[in-house]
């Protein structure tokens, strides 16, 4: 479907019918594949898996959350397919080829959102270890039980009036509500799930709905082409939640959109929120439009999760010059590699991005996220909209005594003097996390 908002090249996929789509993805980033998730996965230490570590940040007032792993205990055929596993962290493909999910899975994705409809069987996606949320033009049959088909997805963009069937906001809602419930009326123990565009924006879209539209589906996510699209740069800043004079081509507008979403919700994490990051140029056609750098796809990938996204999604279809069509697949071997290296970065930090998340302000010149895991803080730290690169110092909380910050996965350690230590930012897609001993 073409986006009302945006001029944009269809997508044709069939067998039966043309179907056009609009949504993003995300890309990844950092040097050398499985070396960067192993590094980091060593970097947790074998013996931090243990709930009963001692966490001093429980006092703390705390982040609104779903519950992590939890959540996903509430859907059968999720839980029993390893969802609830708190080292699961959906990566998404956007509507990709079943035939080749293997090429997918190298470069670390682990679940199709929605899958072309072109003949192949839901298997040739399962029987190379992806989940899979198929959409309507699936029939149940063509689904059947398979346990890695583990939700339903709904829509696509209908706040906008694309993925729903109504004449305005309020029929847009009553035919999401009714896709909602026909889905859960199957009673197979799968989610259902729906991305949005500019609703969140709380600008003329979806005027009375969007809060509805978030809580009617048991996930969520919003695709916004920040860092490609002048257009959608225009959008974004006319919002009235917008920060005066922030650039919207940059990182912090991935979290900030996460903010967007959970401002909808009631309550706050009531469930999880994804981000898309688009993985090349994303089937634009206006005037100045980029396509993403692998920088800016690993700083857009960990703002949101900063801003507390579980999950990510990329929309590879591409019009530009740098990759083929498919960009997560027809691509040249170094992006691929980059992609394959941030996934496996965030996979392997899955255990710890996927705790409950406290409240500190360790500066006024970043954003961050504190967790507490294995008897270790672990601080997420990036430049937010409306701030600069630069050196940044960060005060530590009263309950966090370690003497050493190390930089996880990059090989190096920082020294606290006076409860505070700091670090440089050299872009404004930089981001660190850091790990201290309580």
């Known amino acids: 479907m073409f986006r009302n908002d945006h001029p944009e090249v269809p997508i044709k996929r069939c067998k039966t019918r043309r179907v056009r ?53 509430k859907f059968p055929k999720a839980d029993a397919a390893g969802w609830s596993n708190p080292g699961f962290f959906p990566i998404s493909v956007f509507m990709g080829k079943p035939e080749q999910a293997a090429a997918l899975k190298s470069v670390g994705i682990n679940n199709y959102m929605g899958a072309e409809h072109d003949g192949s069987s839901i298997s040739s996606i399962t029987s190379q270890g992806l989940f899979v949320m198929p959409q309507d033009e699936w029939t149940q049959k063509e689904v059947g039980t398979d346990p890695n088909a583990i939700g339903w997805f709904i829509s696509d963009e209908c706040d906008i009036g694309i993925g729903c069937t109504g004449s305005d906001a309020a029929a847009n809602l009553a035919d999401q509500t009714n896709r909602v419930n026909r889905v859960r009326a199957f009673g197979d123990g799968r989610f259902t799930m729906a991305n949005y565009s500019n609703g969140i924006l709380d600008t003329y879209w979806a005027q009375g709905s969007m809060a509805g539209l978030m809580n009617v589906v048991d996930v969520a996510s919003v695709d916004k082409y ?52 688009e993985a090349a140029m994303p089937l634009l056609i206006d005037a100045g439009s980029l396509t993403i750098t692998p920088d800016q796809v690993e700083g857009a990938a960990w703002s949101a999760i900063i801003h507390e996204a579980r999950g990510l999604a990329y929309f590879q279809h591409n019009n530009g010059q740098t990759c083929g069509f498919y960009s997560l697949v027809d691509c040249d071997q170094a992006r691929l590699d980059r992609f394959k290296a941030i996934n496996a970065g965030i996979e392997s930090l899955a255990p710890v991005i996927n705790t409950q998340s406290y409240q500190f302000r360790f500066n006024t010149t970043t954003d961050t996220m504190l967790k507490a895991y294995g008897g270790s803080a672990y601080i997420f730290a990036d430049i937010g909209l409306g701030q600069t690169s630069g050196v940044k110092t960060f005060a530590m909380p009263p309950e966090i005594n370690g003497s050493t910050i190390e930089v996880v996965g990059e090989n190096r350690t920082l020294t606290v003097t006076n409860h505070t230590f700091s670090d440089t930012f050299d872009n404004e897609f930089s981001h660190h996390t850091y790990r201290v001993s309580f």
């Open 226 to 277: 920040a860092y490609t699209s002048p257009f959608v740069d225009s959008q974004m800043t006319h919002s009235p939640h917008w920060p005066v004079g922030a650039n919207p081509v940059s990182a912090g507008s991935y979290g900030w959109l996460a903010d967007r979403m959970r401002a909808y919700q009631n309550p706050v994490g009531a469930h999880p929120n994804w981000i898309f990051v």
């Open 21 to 73: 789509f609009g949504p993003v993805a995300v890309a990844a980033l950092v040097a050398a594949a499985v070396s960067a998730g192993a590094l980091l996965g060593a970097q947790l230490g074998p013996a931090q898996s243990s709930a009963a570590a001692p966490n001093p940040l429980s006092g703390m007032p705390t982040i609104p959350w779903e519950g992590g792993p939890d959540y996903w205990k």
